[in-house]
């Protein structure tokens, strides 16, 4: 029996647009409303922005609740799997990012710094996102981003202070000291993937322990699915309206910016695919690989660069363009996700023709 690809709604048909007309809002507002930044700042707590942290943690929760919790431990069967990825989103990305962003833009160090310091952060929350769009493996996908999780923690720090103090004076630059402990990375990852998590945790097996699991899967998933792309579409506006003044001011900065990170998301990508390929993973592992690999913890790269440069840096102006530029791009590689699904692991039906004796 032939197995056809669900029937995407309306609003999931036209992601792509929604996306684009929320950028173009949240630029509008932050140009047309020049107040509107200091508005929404108004809202924060330390370098955590309270809208964005709701947009982020309703965004991530339908996409988590949906997560086989129990099966997360059979990722350690896939050792090859975890090795690849941990020697491509660890090893291979920061080193590539820092060499985009010192060839790109040296001579725009702020904006150079901040690149260097999106590199040293992998993805562990959009990706969740991009890997439910791309129909990839969500319970590699979630023990992916939480071994991501505890070494952003533990280690940030460390690379930060390895691509900046050693390896910008190995490239003729100056070194920059950036001041960032572990308890505030942990701080930045608990508020974007923590509470969505225990979120998801909790009220998974609370419905389906005492309603079950036929209303969890058709009542309760359908009424909460929606709310990922209402809630990417709000915190899009909002992230893009605290910069979007700037942004219009400043295109070829914007332009400068975007080269090196779609350079960055479509090597990791492709880089990421066809390693996990070449090692025999089946579709839906390669994408949760390649989008976990691709993406970057902007939530992360923000809220360091403005707790250590301010807001008004140009470190904190290149962690913002950082979504404006991923958002499209790994859009557009979603819809690559299948045409390499149809190309690669796609079998096609042979038909036997038998002669009549």
């Not at 056809?4 to 809002?25: C, E, G, P, Q, V």
Request: glycine letters at 6%; one cysteine or more.
């Amino acid at each position: 029996m032939a197995l056809h690809k669900k029937r995407l709604n309306f609003l999931d048909k036209y992601l792509t647009l929604w996306i684009f007309i929320a950028m173009i809002i949240g630029v509008s507002i932050g140009y047309f409303i020049p107040s509107s930044d200091d508005f929404i700042n108004s809202f924060s707590s330390g370098t955590t922005n309270i809208p964005l942290a709701i947009g982020l943690i309703v965004m991530m929760y339908p996409p988590l609740t949906k997560i086989d919790f129990s099966k997360i431990p059979l990722i350690l069967d896939k050792p090859k799997l975890l090795t690849a990825s941990f020697l491509i989103t660890w090893i291979v990305g920061p080193f590539l990012m820092f060499l985009l962003a010192t060839f790109f833009l040296k001579d725009y160090p702020e904006y150079m710094t901040g690149l260097i310091i999106i590199g040293i952060a992998p993805c562990i929350a959009m990706v969740i996102v991009w890997n439910e769009l791309a129909e990839g493996n969500r319970e590699l996908t979630a023990g992916l981003i939480g071994i991501n999780s505890l070494l952003q923690v533990f280690f940030f720090s460390l690379y930060a202070y390895f691509y900046l103090e050693i390896m910008l004076p190995l490239f003729g630059i100056k070194g920059l000291e950036l001041n960032i402990s572990i308890a505030e990375i942990a701080i930045t990852v608990g508020i974007y993937l923590g509470i969505p998590f225990a979120l998801a945790v909790i009220s998974r097996y609370t419905i389906k322990k005492f309603i079950g699991d036929k209303w969890f899967n058709q009542k309760f998933i359908p009424f909460v699915s929606p709310l990922t792309l209402i809630a990417l579409l709000f915190t899009i506006v909002v992230m893009f309206s605290l910069k979007g003044e700037m942004i219009v001011d400043l295109p070829m900065d914007v332009f400068r910016i975007a080269i090196p990170l779609v350079i960055f998301f479509t090597i990791m990508f492709f880089l990421m695919f066809f390693v996990s390929k070449k090692i025999g993973a089946n579709y839906r592992d390669a994408v949760a690989l390649s989008f976990t690999a691709s993406g970057n913890n902007f939530e992360l790269a923000i809220a360091v660069s403005i707790g250590v440069f301010g807001i008004n840096s140009g470190q904190a102006f290149a962690g913002v363009i950082g979504p404006l530029v991923e958002v499209p791009a790994l859009i557009i590689l979603v819809n690559v996700s299948f045409w390499l699904k149809n190309k690669y692991y796609s079998k096609p039906v042979v038909v036997t023709k038998t002669e009549n004796p």
